[in-house]
């Protein structure tokens, strides 16, 4: 089991000193996944004023590091290319933390790139997995229709009525968010509600609108120790707190499909961070789905089994509300590529930072960002403060 | 006839016997010896106490709902044509739960519900390959 004791010591020994996307998210057919990365590491280490050649820690996930490395020309001397999905990105955050504390590397650059839309290139699934002979004959393929069984499951527990509105409510105070985010792909696309129930079925109960999107995109952090951070171009965000793991890979096997693994990695942060979810400011959740953000808020402890309807209700969760959730509109109406765990983080860093213009949250001191991977499989948490 | 345009499976060491026996139109779980409980995918180790000691069983092939979903968009173009079509998860009585479609029934929410009975059924795709489904029962 995790040693708090430990952890705790190690709280806030790491700051994030840059964050940025690609030049342009979306559809970028005339780009590939390789120069998402490229794009990103660029302007990441820019926003920190770090040159390329201090990085001695390499960290993504797609591909292995050594791609991306040599395709960027650095060589580190911490390498972790951990693939759990789409939280592995905020879990790097903590393996560089780790890192750094244990001596490996002072710079880690963390890399996203992914042509989800325009991908000319795709790779077919590993046919000796277990989900290639149980699940993918069945159709049991892609997130949409794993995601949505464990959506009915919800609703056979808790109510479909109530919590169908709990989806509606995530999908339209999501796009409530994208609509003041110039980045986000739907920036200029109102939802309203009926708009949400009217739009097509992927995969009952799931609408179109309880989908994220899927896009382009590129994203890259900067790691450091808290000493070059002090001399980093816009200071550095501390990490408090961090959590990890995994319980499953398909779907069939989740033992509890309204219990995802943030029950973990939540309390952990939170815990070695040494505060409690009222602390918190701002919370970005993987919303893959709008269930992801129903079932997660309810794992991570914001409130109890069954409850997150409730939570979520008036839209409390959009502009304006007491809860402000996933403010750069998200993976439902920002920008989606595939594994967007590491967007999440860069929001939050923004946010705290006070840089993110008209939709600003105003108390801005402590930040969660909390990815989620594969069939609700595995969950990264991390706990970040302005000072 | 047009070639079987969906995902078919590729047995392994450790499910060829599963497979075999679903050729035969029977459904067969592991077992562990040790705790006592079947689990399913099959595999030599027991995922619920890790031990060594396992064995197969053959499933009355009887369970029920655990849940489902009913595709519309085709995620593989194989399933263009079935969809809407209804993939589930299936509790069996024997213990363990199971991956599958719902065949038989018209996909529409009203017609399913997690809890319903369901009893195996089997769907032959290729001369090596037959799939284990499940109808209402």
Not at chain 1, 238 to 260: A, F, N, W
Not at chain 1, 319 to 345: C, R
Request: hydrophobic residues 35%; charged residues 20%; contains cysteine.
């Amino acid at each position: 089991m995790p040693v708090m004791s430990k952890l705790k010591a190690i709280s806030g020994s790491a700051e994030i000193v840059g964050v940025a996307e690609s030049d342009r998210l979306g559809k970028l057919p005339n780009r590939s996944a390789l120069q998402l990365h490229a794009e990103a590491a660029d302007n990441a280490l820019a926003d920190a004023g770090i040159p390329m050649s201090d990085v001695d820690g390499f960290l993504t996930a797609g591909y292995s590091t050594y791609d991306v490395a040599e395709y960027l020309g650095i060589e580190p001397r911490f390498t972790d290319s951990t693939i759990v999905g789409g939280s592995s990105f905020v879990i790097h955050i903590a393996h560089a933390m780790a890192a750094i504390q244990a001596g490996y590397c002072e710079v880690a650059l963390i890399t996203h790139g992914q042509s989800g839309r325009s991908d000319r290139a795709r790779a077919a699934m590993n046919r000796g997995l277990p989900a290639a002979q149980y699940e993918a004959p069945y159709g049991i393929l892609g997130p949409p229709v794993s995601y949505s069984m464990a959506a009915r499951r919800y609703m056979h527990e808790y109510g479909e009525d109530r919590t169908r509105q709990a989806l509606a409510e995530i999908a339209v105070s999501t796009r409530k968010w994208a609509n003041m985010n110039e980045m986000a792909y739907m920036h200029d696309e109102t939802m309203s509600f009926d708009d949400y129930h009217n739009s097509r079925w992927i995969s009952w109960p799931f609408h179109l609108f309880d989908c994220c999107l899927v896009t382009d995109a590129g994203a890259a952090i900067v790691v450091t120790t808290p000493e070059r951070a002090k001399n980093a171009r816009k200071g550095g965000v501390k990490v408090l707190g961090v959590g990890e793991g995994h319980d499953h890979s398909m779907i069939s096997q989740m033992q509890d499909l309204t219990l995802p693994f943030g029950r973990h990695t939540g309390p952990q942060a939170l815990e070695m961070a040494g505060i409690t979810h009222s602390d918190l400011d701002l919370t970005m959740i993987y919303d893959s789905f709008t269930y992801t953000v129903l079932v997660t808020l309810e794992s991570l402890g914001f409130c109890g089994p069954g409850e997150g309807p409730d939570f979520v209700a008036d839209q409390r969760t959009a502009p304006g509300g007491d809860f402000p959730l996933n403010t750069n509109g998200g993976g439902l109406s920002y920008t989606h590529p595939g594994m967007y765990g590491i967007f999440t983080v860069i929001e939050a860093v923004r946010q705290l930072r006070g840089e993110t213009g008209e939709r600003q949250i105003k108390n801005r001191n402590l930040a969660m960002a909390h990815g989620t991977g594969g069939n609700l499989s595995s969950t990264g948490t991390v706990i970040l403060s302005r000072d | 006839m047009t070639e079987y345009a969906k995902p078919i499976p590729v047995p392994q060491p450790e499910s060829e016997r599963y497979w075999e026996a679903a050729r035969r139109e029977e459904l067969w779980l592991r077992s562990c010896l040790d705790c006592k409980q079947a689990y399913f995918y099959p595999r030599d180790i027991c995922p619920n106490c890790h031990s060594r000691n396992t064995d197969w069983i053959r499933s009355s092939g009887k369970g029920t709902i655990y849940t489902f979903a009913i595709v519309h968009r085709a995620p593989h173009p194989g399933f263009g044509p079935d969809a809407p079509y209804i993939t589930a998860i299936v509790e069996l009585d024997d213990g363990p739960r199971i991956p599958t479609n719902i065949v038989g029934v018209d996909p529409k929410p009203e017609n399913l519900d997690i809890g319903m009975p369901v009893q195996v059924v089997f769907e032959k795709i290729t001369d090596e390959i037959t799939l284990p489904k499940f109808k209402l029962a």
